[in-house]
């Protein structure tokens, strides 16, 4: 890529990328290597090694302590230690002795859980302003949650853009806002990248990067997939069915800010910056013929309710009233396969604890059907690539890597986008079934 194409990045660094002095330099150094990564959206300090605490966790901890009525000095003594190891090896002359009483007495005053965990990226934000030698910005004051704890996209939008204008280069910390009333409020898993694509959004960026401890985006997971290769680009719907099931480094949510304003992502290394990542866009005609798929991924937990009727195929609304069925129980599903006389719903087996019987009880009142099953041990195998759709016999070739590893099928399920295969296997299956299909597909 060529950065002198883009006049605007975000960028965004981890836990691990911000964990130390040393992480903090080489941050500065990839920052300070390109004028056009204006913003920078930092995390907490992470683990520096195996076995080490993050911040944030040892700010949750003083929380739970303080709600007990517990002592947390030595903890937040650890806290304070971390930050100010980081100050010193960074030679600064910053001091937040008035930041670290100030959040010792909110804690202590019931400032609230959010409030508590949110101190570490806002600490480090600081930090990082300071040695960057750019404005800090306080998410609190931008970045706006409803009184139900939604995100409010919008407002946010308005508010932070408007902001932004004033500022040339900025660090705005991740993983947090605020509700209408001041207090924080953090967002869920994969915070920080939330922030960093709503910030890319307003600022009208060219490109997000979203800086981590790998190389981007792997087509497996690595612990069942030893040495899976790096994805070189993907687009956004690639990046949500995989992200759905199972695979990690860029949460889902955290695209739709991006996605919409059509921002493109770029996953890269801090310790290996010479590795250009995993490019995430809008859409490309870009893909390896060699790789037709894009990636595989997968979960297990789920299980499968079978119902089965005679003429089924005629009976109109018969799948409306199964979905009624599941809906009585709040209950969301993940497919739908079906037959002339067979209906199959998938659903998380997780949410269906403690109302199996209820659910079959509403299913058998609104359709009659002649029989009704509940088979559990389900994993799920997702196959997605956007190059499936022009070459053929990709599903053949997925369900022949999979039955050559002598493992039986159960469900079948297909886009009508060519996008995805998804196939049901049981769960004692699912490592060996992703090995056989990555390795069908992908050459060493």
Same mark, same amino acid.
């Given at each position: ?223 069942? $997939?030893? +040495?899976? *290769?790096?994805?070189?680009? /993907? @687009? ?6 995989? %992200?759905?099931? !199972? ?48 990636? $595989?991924? +997968?979960? *297990?937990?789920?299980?499968? /309710? @079978? ?6 195929? %005629?009976?109109? !609304? ?48 609104? $359709? ?77």
């Amino acid at each position: 890529m060529d950065k002198e194409i883009y006049n605007v990045k975000v960028v965004k660094f981890g836990g691990s990328s911000l964990a130390d002095a040393e992480q903090f330099k080489k941050v500065g150094s990839i920052i300070k290597s390109d004028t056009s990564r204006r913003f920078v959206v930092p995390s907490a300090p992470g683990k520096r090694f195996s076995g080490d605490t993050k911040v944030t966790d040892m700010l949750y901890s003083c929380y739970n302590a303080a709600q007990n009525g517990g002592d947390f000095d030595s903890v937040f003594a650890m806290v304070k230690y971390r930050f100010d190891s980081i100050i010193a090896g960074l030679g600064l002359s910053l001091d937040l002795s008035a930041e670290y009483e100030h959040i010792k007495w909110a804690i202590l005053h019931h400032a609230g859980r959010d409030y508590a965990a949110s101190r570490g990226e806002y600490l480090n934000g600081m930090i990082l302003a300071e040695y960057l030698g750019y404005d800090f910005i306080d998410p609190a004051d931008y970045i706006k949650f409803c009184d139900d704890g939604s995100f409010d996209a919008e407002t946010t939008n308005g508010i932070l853009s408007e902001e932004m204008k004033k500022h040339e280069n900025g660090v705005i910390p991740g993983f947090y806002g605020s509700h209408p009333n001041g207090t924080i409020r953090t967002f869920s898993r994969g915070g920080s990248d939330i922030t960093g694509s709503i910030v890319a959004r307003a600022v009208y960026a060219d490109l997000y990067e979203n800086w981590t401890d790998v190389n981007g985006f792997l087509m497996a997971d690595p612990r069942i $997939v030893p +040495g899976a *290769k790096t994805i070189k680009y /993907i @687009t956004y719907r690639e990046l949500r069915e995989l %992200s759905y099931m !199972g695979a990690t480094v860029l949460h889902e949510d955290a695209i739709f800010p991006v996605r919409f304003a059509g921002i493109p992502v770029n996953i890269r290394n801090t310790n290996d910056v010479s590795d250009p990542g995993t490019m995430i866009v809008s859409h490309t005609d870009s893909y390896d013929s060699d790789d037709i798929i894009t990636g $595989v991924a +997968g979960k *297990k937990g789920f299980c499968v /309710i @079978t119902i089965e009727k005679a003429l089924m195929n %005629s009976e109109k !609304g018969f799948g409306r009233k199964v979905l009624e069925a599941i809906e009585k129980e709040n209950l969301s599903f993940e497919h739908l396969p079906s037959g002339i006389d067979t209906m199959s719903v998938i659903l998380n087996k997780s949410e269906i604890s403690g109302c199996k019987e209820r659910l079959i009880n509403h299913i058998c009142q609104m $359709v009659e059907p002649d029989t009704v099953s509940i088979d559990e041990g389900l994993a799920l195998i997702a196959v997605v690539g956007r190059g499936m759709v022009r070459s053929k016999g990709t599903a053949v070739r997925v369900f022949r890597a999979v039955a050559d590893a002598g493992i039986n099928i159960r469900m079948i399920d297909q886009g009508s986008s060519e996008l995805n295969i998804i196939i049901g296997i049981d769960e004692s299956d699912f490592d060996e079934a992703l090995r056989a299909i990555y390795r069908e597909f992908v050459k060493e």
